[in-house]
């Protein structure tokens, strides 16, 4: 091996490690994206609605909505899925922290820690999306 190279044998030459993905792989990773929605929203569906109930935001809830009706098909649009997690997650970025607290006081809920929280997540899986793409 030359000085500046790397040589790669076995698996990882003959599996792509340096070629782009192949559709193969770009349909396993969607498809790991879409598994990985369902199981937030059946852990923190709940939550997330809760939440986007408390803030009042049409918005928000109208992408949640949209996710369980991209869901209730027996195989969910990954682009469906990805612009209902935009929406959510743009009703959720635009909150001052002082609308979060008024909003827990009034309704008895973590507001603010569940904004960041669920933000998060939905940060997570959006990236992951445009790692699958």
Known sequence: MRHGTRQLS?????HGACHPATGLVL???????VSAVDTYLRR????????????EDPTGFTG???????YSQPFPDPKAVQTALRSIHRALEGL??????RIGQARNLPASDMTMWHGARISELLARFSYAR
Do not use: I, M, N, Q
């Open 44 to 55: 923190h569906g709940a939550s997330l609605c809760d939440l986007l109930d408390a803030l």
């Open 27 to 33: 349909r396993r990773r969607v498809a790991g994206f």
């Open 10 to 14: 076995g698996e990882r030459a003959r």
């Open 96 to 101: 001052a922290p002082s609308a979060l607290d």
């Open 64 to 70: 949640l909505c949209d996710l369980h009706t991209a």
